[in-house]
């Protein structure tokens, strides 16, 4: 199809039609100039030399405290999102997390709402909640504490009305509880055979992935008024059509793609395209990257720089170009060459919607 745009420029009294054919020849976009945001990091380090990066490639990040520890273990993890924040607000936006130490006992609720507020004041624009709400944490009876417990009920209703964003990584990819042969995607294959204590099909006493996602579903459905992200495709990775189905019965939540671009690669090309480009709107481009303190032979600076070699180029390779590419990790696979409204939106716009504030100073 020809588009064509049609520009009035009034020059020194006179209208100059300007014709401009866009098909065919459209502008690529280009990697370094165009706005980005990881929306799903892990930056634990008070090296701030990778801001530089940052800078250099217009990248934004949204790093994510995670996992439901102790508070003191929280607070580590806490200060070092919220005083990069400080520091680069309009580039590192953060999420907090709660403890579940104490969990039914009186006091619980109160003191996490108390504990959210803070964390609200300081700068965090989202919550996160991880997977061992679901699969570790159990309640007095040995039940599993499940994300739809009532008990967790003010404490969304509380991320609600603040107009917070509740930021979820539930399950795991359904491989982990199948078996090695019927895995999906090679990275699986090798991650559960090397982590039997992790590999759920071993471990049939615990939540099986239906029930992780059916618990899901039910809270989303007694709080329609909560944002919801769900981290790694909402653990729904391994078909563009189970996703599509949720996203369609959840027109307001939205999935990061961290960690998962993978499951993409190995799905129908043109129905992986088709899928991206229905659900523009909510669908958010992340990667599940970690940036940490190591030795000062290997600054922050050196670990992203890795990053944006073996990660973020390859990924807009893989969404911006129409190549064939064969490696041994993905196997054969073809690049998507998503228009670049699109990208625009998984880049940047769905992130900016879904997490309120990013960017800005609290
Ligand atoms: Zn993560």
Redesign the pocket.
């Known amino acids: 199809m020809n588009l064509f745009r049609f520009l009035n420029l009034r020059l020194k009294g006179y209208t100059v039609l300007l014709i401009v054919f866009l098909s065919g020849c459209s502008q690529k976009p280009d990697f370094k100039t165009f706005p980005k945001i990881d929306a ?3 930056l634990e380090t008070s090296d701030d030399s990778f801001v530089q990066v940052l800078k250099e490639n217009n990248f934004k990040l949204m790093t ?1 405290v ?1 996992g439901s520890a102790s508070q003191p273990v929280i607070n580590e993890e806490f200060d070092f999102a919220k005083a990069l924040h400080d520091k680069y607000p309009e580039f590192i936006s953060f999420a907090t997390t709660f403890s579940m130490d104490g969990f039914g006992e009186p006091g619980w609720q109160q003191r996490t709402i108390e504990w959210l507020q803070e964390s609200f004041d300081k700068g965090a624009i989202a919550v996160k909640v991880w997977k061992d709400i679901g699969m570790t944490f159990r309640d007095k009876d040995s039940s599993f504490i499940m994300i739809d417990d009532e008990r967790f009920d003010p404490v969304w209703d509380f991320i609600e009305a603040q107009n917070k964003t509740l930021v979820n ?1 539930i399950g795991e990819p359904r491989n982990c509880w199948l078996p090695v042969d019927s895995m999906t995607v090679p990275g699986d294959k090798k991650y559960y055979s090397n982590h039997p204590q992790y590999y759920m099909y071993l471990h049939p006493g615990y939540p099986s992935h239906q029930e992780l996602m059916e618990a899901r579903d039910r809270m989303l459905k007694k709080h329609p008024g909560l944002r919801y992200v769900g ?2 495709l909402g653990s729904m990775e391994w078909d563009v059509n189970v996703q599509a189905k949720w996203l369609d019965n959840h027109p307001d939540c939205a999935l990061d793609m ?2 998962r671009i993978e499951h993409f690669k190995v799905q129908d090309p043109d129905k992986v395209r088709k899928f991206i480009i229905k659900y523009q709107d909510q669908l958010l481009y992340a990667t ?1 990257i ?1 940036v940490q303190d190591e030795n000062p032979d290997f600054t922050t600076r050196n670990q992203v720089e890795e990053v944006l070699n073996q990660v973020w180029l390859k990924d807009w390779e893989y969404f911006t170009t129409d190549k064939i590419i064969e490696n041994s990790s993905s196997g054969k696979y073809k690049c998507l060459n998503l228009p670049v409204s699109v990208l625009s939106k998984i880049y940047s716009e769905n992130a900016l919607k879904m997490y309120p504030g990013f960017g800005l100073k609290r």
């Open positions: 799903h990091v892990h994510l995670t990584h981290c790694h961290a960690s599940d970690s």
